[in-house]
């Protein structure tokens, strides 16, 4: 580890009030008197010292937050944490302070001063605690297991930022959307959605992207990596949020339903490219023969045609298809299933296309 040597030259003129501090010190001692704990502490952690194993006692418990320490003076002076007294005020930004080590701590943030490097990787760090956090990152270190899903953290605080999502509890609502959020940091990402800002670029495709995660998982699909398997079907997935989606094709389930025409989907994306149909929005051309197309995964599977490419074929008559869509068409040949009906001689059919077709002869 090594320490950047720059001594800061940090002045704190602001003082607490000698009295207050008094009165906060012997309310202290006195709730300290009265509510005495015969508890000892002996700590589970093993504190390596030159070799030599130690058991550190810990007697002294705070009786607001159940922290331990070795002795009263430090049990006391941490005492004023909870006081809720806060008289050291930092100049920069008005925010308060019970003591005066943690106003120029503070301080240290405003003044850019990181003076604890790691030799790993060169961050930098204000405090000697911080880097010893990190290092943590750098050992590989884990002991942090979470029961739900098996996923370890180095830090117990990620463990709970993590328990969070188990828990199903969203409390960052978007006042534009009225969508939510379980952290904090996913509706900042959110808000680029609103405000248009896209300033991560894909350099494979050249597509933007409003948040770095989103460019994250994007870039999955570049990769080719596809570790998520449809333990019903096989099929492969680059992220987790497609297979989740996927999987509503298997159970059946298809509960958002389109106020056009009344069709059901599994999935709301799903439910949003058909309503470009009823938009007549087409703004994806075939450069091959013009025809536009409400998406791009239309024009997609339109490219097909003009490449030749027929993987779809009939386990009935061999007979091979372009798209997976016009292959089911097909099958309804070999099924025998006739639903469509001419209300004019009761002629029926397997395709409403070849129905309409019929009913122009009735028209002549």
């Known amino acids: 580890m090594e320490v950047i040597k720059e001594e800061p030259n940090v002045m704190v003129e602001c003082e607490m009030n000698e009295d207050l501090k008094g009165e906060v010190k012997q309310e202290i001692d006195l709730k300290l008197k009265n509510e005495v704990s015969e508890e000892i502490f002996i700590s589970n952690e093993i504190v390596q010292d030159k070799g030599a194993l130690s058991t550190e006692v810990k007697k002294f418990k705070c009786l607001d937050c159940d922290r331990w320490f070795n002795c009263k003076n430090q049990l006391t002076q941490h005492m004023m944490v909870h006081s809720r007294v806060k008289e050291f005020e930092c100049t920069e930004c008005g ?214 490419v027929k993987e779809f074929i009939c386990n009935e008559c061999g007979k091979h298809f372009g798209r997976k869509g016009d292959l089911t068409q097909h099958l309804l040949i070999h099924s025998g299933v006739k639903k469509f009906r001419c209300e004019e001689c009761g002629r029926l059919f397997a395709h409403k296309s070849n129905f309409k077709k019929h009913l122009l002869v009735h028209s002549l």
């Open 95 to 308: 925010k308060l302070f019970s003591g005066n080590s943690n106003l120029k701590q503070h301080l240290e943030i405003h003044l850019g001063m990181k003076k604890f490097r790691c030799d790993e990787c060169g961050k930098l760090f204000r405090t000697k605690g911080n880097l010893k956090q990190h290092l943590v990152i750098h050992s590989g270190v884990k002991k942090f297991k979470c029961d739900e899903c098996g996923k370890e953290f180095s830090y117990k605080s990620h463990l709970k930022s993590h328990l969070v999502f188990h828990s199903g509890v969203k409390r960052f609502k978007c006042d534009e959307c009225g969508k939510c959020f379980t952290y904090k940091s996913n509706l900042n990402d959110h808000f680029l959605v609103h405000s248009g800002v896209k300033k991560f670029k894909c350099e494979e495709c050249g597509k933007l992207f409003g948040s770095k995660g989103d460019l994250t998982q994007h870039l999955l699909i570049h990769s080719g990596v596809k570790k998520f398997r449809c333990e019903e079907c096989g099929k492969l997935f680059a992220h987790k949020s497609n297979l989740k989606n996927h999987l509503i094709v298997h159970s059946g389930v298809k509960e958002f339903k389109c106020d056009e025409c009344g069709k059901l989907f599994g999935c709301k994306g799903d439910l949003k490219k058909h309503l470009l149909i009823h938009s007549g929005v087409k703004k994806f051309k075939c450069e091959e023969c013009g025809k536009l197309f409400a998406s791009k995964g239309d024009l997609k599977k339109h490219i097909l045609i003009h490449l030749g």
